[in-house]
C-alpha cells in the first residue's frame, strides 16, 4: 500500500442550526496515493466539500486522522499544508490583477522578486494564460477565472491539489474541454489532484480512481472502470451511469449460473460466484447490456415499451417487463430505419447473458 | 426608428418632470440660502449686527492673517482652533472606526434574531435627543460623576477624576453620536465580503495579519472611507457637543460660527468661516475621489 495521503475513520459532525447535529463525514478511510487523480463523487450534501475542508485543514477532524507520507496533519495549521485549493467560485481576489492573484502566495512567502515572477509566468503559461496578467479577474470568461484559480494554487508546487467542483459553474462544451485540460495538467506537473465532483460522468472520464460517497460514507474506492462495472452495492449501480436492478431471492445455483427469482414470481439467470440459494441478491444490468435482438445462449424477457426517448445517437426504450421497474435499453438507430416497431405499447424481447449482470447485496428483497 | 425617437424624448420629459421637485427643493433650501452666505461673506458688519452694503473682503482677512490694519487684528486664535477642531474630528474618525471595524465583523458574523437586535440597538439612539443623550456623558464625566467615583471606590485614583472639558471628553462625545455612522456603511461592506476569499488567502499560505492587510482592508476600504467622511464631516462642524462637554475651554469652529451667529451678530463674520471650512471640506474630498475614481478607472469596475 502506498503510504501517501491516508485519511482514517475520519467522522465531522456539525451543529445544525436547529440543535441538531448532522454527521458530514461517517468513519470515512482513504488511502490516496501519489501522482494520481482521485475523484470525490456524490450526490449534493453528501460531504465531499467538508472532506476537503478537513484535507486542507479548514476544518478539525472530531474522530480519526490524516497523514501525509506517515505524518498526521492534525496540528498542522491550514497554511502551513502543502496543499491547494481551487475554490467552488474560485475565490479569485477582487481588487488584484490575475499576475497579483498567481503571485499572492509567493508574495506572502516574501520569495524573492525575479524568482516570483518568473514562476508566475511559467503558472500563467502552464493554464494557457500566458498575456492575461494584467487584466482583473471581473474582465475574465469563467474559464479563464477557473485557469487562474489553478495557476493560482499551482505556483506554490503542492504536493496535493484539491479542487472542489471546479467545473460546475462552466457549460458544457467548456466543462469537457476543461476535463481533458486538467487531466493533461494533473499528467505533466506529475501531482496528486483530489478533484470533487457530483457529475458521474466526470469522474469517470477523468480520474484514475473514483471514491463514491453517500451521506457521509465511502460507498466504493476503485478504478472508473470498475465503479461503473462492477457496483459494490446498489446505491453506486444506481449513482453512477444508468442502471437496472432487479431485486430477488436466489431459488437455485448451478455453477456459477444462479437464478433469481423476483418478487412477482419472474425468473432471472444471473452469473456470480457469490451467494448461496436462500439469499437475497440484486442483479445490476446496464442498459447497453439489454439487447433487441439476441444469440442463442442469450436469455430472454418479454416485455412491453412505455416510452421511446430520442437522445440524438440513439433510442432510450423505457420498457416494462414485469418486474417491478421498467428496464432502460438503448437501441442505435439507424437513419430512415422504422422506429414504430418500437413506438409506445410495442412488444419487444430483451436478451442479455448472464455473465454481463453483476449481482450484489440488496437489503430488503 | 421614429418611434424609439418619441419615446426617448418622452422619457426625456418624464424625468425632468420627476427630478423637477428635488431641483426645486435643492435650489429653495440649499442653493439660494448658500448664495445669501457668499454675498454676506463679502459684506462689512453693522455696529449693531445686520450688514452695510459695502465690499469687504476681510472677514476673510481676518481669519487667514490679511485684516484691515488698525480697525480689525488678525487673530490666531481662529487658526488655533481651527487646527484643534481638525484634530478632534480626526480623533472622533479614528475612535469611531476603532470601535465599528471589529464591531462590524462581530455582527456580521451572528444570525437570525440576535443579528436584528443588535442592528435594531445600533439605530435606536436615533431615537432620543441629542442633547439629553449628551447631557448624559456630562454626568458620567464630571468630578463627582460615575465613572470618577467608580474609579476612586477601587482605590486606582485618590483625588476625583477631572475629566470634563477637555478635549477628550468632547472625543467621547464625538465618537459616542457619530458611531453609528461609521458603523453602518463599514458593516454593510463586511457583511458583503465573500468569506471564501479569506479562506483562499489562507490557503495560499497567508498569516491572518497578512489576510487582514493584503485582503480584508482593502475590501472593506469603500465602507472604512465612506464611514469616515460621514463622521469626519459632522465632527468638524458640530457646536452641541463641545459646547457641552467641553465648555469654554474646547472651543471648535462649529462653536465660533455658532457664536457669531447669534452672540455677537456678526453675519458676515459667521458666513466667511462657515464658508472657508466648507471649501476645506470639499477640495480635501474632491482630491479623495478624483484620486479613488483614478484608480476604479484602471481596472476593477
Ligand atoms: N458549517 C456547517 N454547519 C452545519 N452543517 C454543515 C456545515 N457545512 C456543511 N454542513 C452540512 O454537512 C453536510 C455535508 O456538506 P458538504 O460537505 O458541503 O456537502 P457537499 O459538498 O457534498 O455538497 C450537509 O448536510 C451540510 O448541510
Ligand atoms: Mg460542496
Redesign the interface.
Known amino acids: 500500500m502506498d503510504g501517501f495521503l491516508q485519511i482514517r475513520s475520519a467522522t465531522k459532525m456539525y451543529r445544525t442550526?436547529e440543535g441538531g447535529s448532522i454527521r458530514a463525514l461517517d468513519d470515512v478511510t482513504l488511502h490516496i496515493r501519489s501522482n494520481e487523480l482521485i475523484s470525490l463523487l456524490g450526490p449534493s450534501g453528501c460531504g465531499k466539500t467538508t472532506l476537503l475542508k478537513c484535507i486542507?485543514g479548514?476544518e478539525d477532524l472530531d474522530h480519526g486522522d490524516i497523514t501525509l507520507t506517515g505524518q498526521s496533519l492534525t496540528r498542522i495549521p491550514?497554511?502551513?499544508r502543502p496543499?491547494?485549493?481551487v475554490?467552488?467560485?474560485y475565490?479569485?481576489?477582487?481588487?488584484l490583477?490575475v499576475e497579483r492573484n498567481v503571485a499572492?502566495?509567493l508574495?506572502?512567502?516574501h520569495v524573492e522578486r525575479k524568482e516570483r515572477t518568473r514562476r508566475v509566468g511559467e503558472a500563467l503559461e502552464q493554464v494557457g494564460l500566458a498575456g492575461f496578467g494584467a487584466?482583473?479577474p471581473?474582465?475574465l470568461s469563467g474559464g479563464q477565472q477557473q485557469r487562474v484559480a489553478v495557476a493560482?494554487?499551482l505556483v506554490?508546487k503542492p504536493k496535493v491539489l484539491l479542487l472542489d467542483e471546479p467545473l460546475s459553474a462552466l457549460d458544457r462544451k467548456m466543462r469537457e474541454s476543461m476535463q481533458i485540460e486538467l487531466k493533461s495538467l494533473q499528467h505533466s506537473v506529475g501531482i496528486t489532484f483530489i478533484f470533487v465532483t457530483h457529475d458521474q460522468e466526470e469522474a469517470l472520464s477523468m480520474s484514475d480512481r473514483v471514491a463514491v460517497l453517500a451521506s457521509g460514507k465511502v460507498q466504493q474506492l476503485a478504478s472508473p472502470k470498475e465503479i461503473y462495472d462492477e457496483p459494490q452495492n446498489e446505491f453506486v449501480a444506481n449513482f453512477v451511469g444508468t442502471s437496472n436492478i432487479f431485486k430477488g431471492k436466489v431459488i437455485a445455483k448451478e455453477g456459477r449460473t444462479l437464478t433469481l427469482k423476483t418478487a412477482n414470481g419472474r425468473e432471472l439467470a444471473v452469473a456470480s460466484d457469490r451467494f448461496g440459494v436462500g439469499d437475497d441478491a440484486c442483479a445490476v444490468l446496464r442498459p447497453e447490456h439489454l439487447k433487441l435482438s439476441g444469440e442463442a445462449r442469450d436469455r430472454a424477457i418479454k416485455g412491453t415499451v412505455t416510452q421511446s426517448v430520442f437522445v440524438g445517437s440513439e433510442m432510450h426504450l423505457h420498457v416494462d417487463v414485469g418486474l417491478g421497474r421498467t428496464a432502460v435499453v438503448r437501441h442505435r438507430h439507424n437513419k430512415g430505419s422504422t422506429e414504430a416497431a418500437y413506438g409506445p405499447g410495442a412488444d419487444v424481447t430483451l436478451y442479455y447473458t448472464p455473465e454481463a449482470a453483476h449481482v450484489i447485496e440488496c437489503k430488503g428483497a | 426608428m421614429a418611434e424609439t425617437g418619441a419615446t426617448a424624448s418622452r422619457n426625456r420629459r418624464t424625468l425632468i418632470l420627476l427630478l423637477a421637485p428635488l431641483t426645486i427643493l435643492l435650489g429653495v433650501f440649499f442653493l439660494i440660502p448658500l448664495g445669501i452666505m457668499v454675498v454676506y461673506s463679502f459684506l462689512e458688519p453693522g455696529l449693531y449686527g445686520g450688514v452695510e452694503w459695502n465690499w469687504y473682503p476681510y472677514n476673510y482677512g481676518r481669519l487667514i492673517g490679511w485684516p484691515l490694519n488698525d480697525y480689525e487684528v488678525f487673530d490666531p486664535i481662529y487658526l488655533k482652533i481651527f487646527l484643534n477642531s481638525l484634530q478632534i474630528a480626526l480623533m472622533t474618525v479614528a475612535g469611531t472606526l476603532l470601535l465599528s471595524y471589529p464591531a462590524a465583523f462581530w455582527v456580521a458574523s451572528m444570525?437570525?434574531p440576535r443579528k436584528s437586535l443588535v442592528l435594531f440597538l445600533v439605530a435606536l439612539p436615533f431615537f432620543a435627543n441629542m442633547l439629553v443623550r449628551i447631557y448624559a456623558w456630562l454626568l458620567l464625566l464630571r468630578p463627582t460623576g460615575f465613572l470618577s467615583t467608580l474609579l476612586e471606590s477601587t482605590g486606582l485614583i485618590i483625588e476625583p477624576l477631572d475629566l470634563l472639558f477637555t478635549n477628550f471628553s468632547v472625543i467621547v462625545g464625538m465618537v459616542y453620536v457619530l458611531t453609528p455612522f461609521m458603523f453602518l456603511p463599514i458593516y454593510a461592506n463586511v457583511e458583503k465580503l465573500?468569506y471564501?476569499?479569506v479562506?483562499?488567502?489562507?490557503?495560499?499560505?497567508?498569516?491572518n495579519v497578512?489576510t487582514l492587510w493584503?485582503?480584508i482592508l482593502?475590501?472593506t476600504a469603500p465602507g472604512i472611507i465612506g464611514g469616515s467622511v460621514i463622521v469626519f464631516i459632522p465632527a468638524l462642524g458640530n457646536f452641541i457637543v463641545p459646547s457641552l462637554l467641553g465648555g469654554s475651554k474646547v472651543q471648535m469652529t462649529g462653536n465660533l460660527i455658532e457664536r457669531s451667529f447669534l452672540q455677537s451678530r456678526d453675519w458676515p463674520f459667521g458666513a466667511a468661516l462657515a464658508l472657508l471650512i466648507m471649501a476645506f471640506v470639499v477640495v480635501l474630498f474632491s482630491l479623495q475621489f478624483s484620486r479613488q475614481s483614478k484608480s476604479e478607472g484602471q481596472?476593477?469596475r
Open positions: 442550526p486542507a479548514f491550514a497554511h502551513r496543499f491547494n485549493t475554490f467552488q467560485n475565490a479569485l481576489f477582487p481588487h490583477t499572492y502566495g508574495d506572502v512567502a487584466r482583473m471581473n474582465q493560482r494554487s506554490l | 444570525k437570525g465573500d471564501s476569499l479562506r483562499a488567502s489562507r490557503d495560499l499560505g497567508a498569516t497578512q493584503r485582503i482593502p475590501l481596472g476593477t
